[in-house]
């Protein structure tokens, strides 16, 4: 045996939290709020059965802000979250970042190039960062993403930031997360160029041009108002919230303390008449009723006799021998069953 290896060595395995310590360390060891949100993405029924004790225990913090960064590739989230989550928490605030794993697109985003992006906030007392898997086999972004914003709540921070590469389905998930949905554009380039959807844009309450510097600047001045005089054929939206433009850039602090009025703008919009309470309570309404599907769904198709029918017919299907409408036709006579347990 070559003398580098030490026979002895074993790969250490992570300790796993017991729900006192989750308890009494998850504002203070991020390794705690970590593992949490490990267990909030597994399907292990071990896992869901932890986080129900945990859910009955710890309280979530009230005061938050749950904001949703994105943008296409390359526009500067990174850039953007490394620079404006360095300031807040200069200002006391403590910030957790939970950035959709973009892996799963064909983009080059890659949490590896967000490392060195994130520079500033590595090892900064405060700052959470957690990459999110995007869960398509769990049906979307929405239920693990729900579950991070809730521990990290719980686990005394101030800000949430949930950032997305913004070309894709997460999106619209992502806006039933969040309070705000903030959309970065490149100077410059038309929204048909960055490959941003109309529906993502109309869904945004702030625009940011970035990259708001440098020999940029004058282009990003006028691609802000472009986008202003778009903005005001845009209708308001349920909230009556008019969506607004500005300029950031990652290279200054000049546009911090602009952007901190903004952020407050809308929260103050957002608090009169209890805007923002109804505005959750209709999310947390949205995640029931998906929550209640998914649940009903996995309960029932996992009983062996549907599981079975369901295989059954599935092959029936591919073989030519039935169409779908019959295939179904078939599931629900056998479904008329449970009508006589389940009244
Ligand atoms: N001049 C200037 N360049 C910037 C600014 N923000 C980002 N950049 C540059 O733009 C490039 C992309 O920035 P990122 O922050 O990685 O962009 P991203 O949106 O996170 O990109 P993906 O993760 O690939 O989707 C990098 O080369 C940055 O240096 C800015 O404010 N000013
Ligand atoms: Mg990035």
Partial sequence: MPKHINPAYRRQTAKTYSLAECQRLIK???????QLIS???????????????????????????RIAITGAPGVG???????YCKHL?????????LPVDPSSYTTRGS??????????????EGVFIKPMASALALGGVAPATSAAIC???????DYIFIETVGVGQSEYEVRDLVDLFILLLQPGGGDELQGI??????????LLITKADGELKSVAQISRDNYRSALSLFSINEWSWKP??????????????????QIEAYYAHMEQGNRLAQFRMHQEQLRFMEGQKNLLYRRLAEKKSIKERIETLSLSISSGELSHLQALNSLEELLENIDAYIP
Avoid: W
């Avoid at 989230?77 to 620079?83: E, G, M, Y």
């Fill in 151 to 157: 521990l990290c709540e719980m686990a005394d921070y």
């Fill in 244 to 261: 607004r433009s500005a300029l950031f850039s990652s290279m200054t602090t000049e546009y911090l303390s602009g952007l901190d009025q």
């Fill in 197 to 206: 959807k109309r529906g993502i844009m109309e869904m945004a309450d702030l």
């Fill in 77 to 83: 989230k990174s850039s953007f979250l490394n620079a």
């Fill in 28 to 34: 203070s060891d991020a390794q705690v709020l970590s």
């Fill in 39 to 65: 267990r909030a993405e597994s399907t292990l029924a071990a896992d869901k059965k932890f986080l129900k004790s945990v859910y009955k225990v710890l309280h979530r913090k009230k005061d938050v802000k």
């Fill in 111 to 124: 949490i590896l190039g967000d490392k060195t992006r994130m520079d500033a906030l590595v090892g900064l």
């Fill in 89 to 97: 928490i200069d200002s006391g605030y403590r910030v957790a970042i």
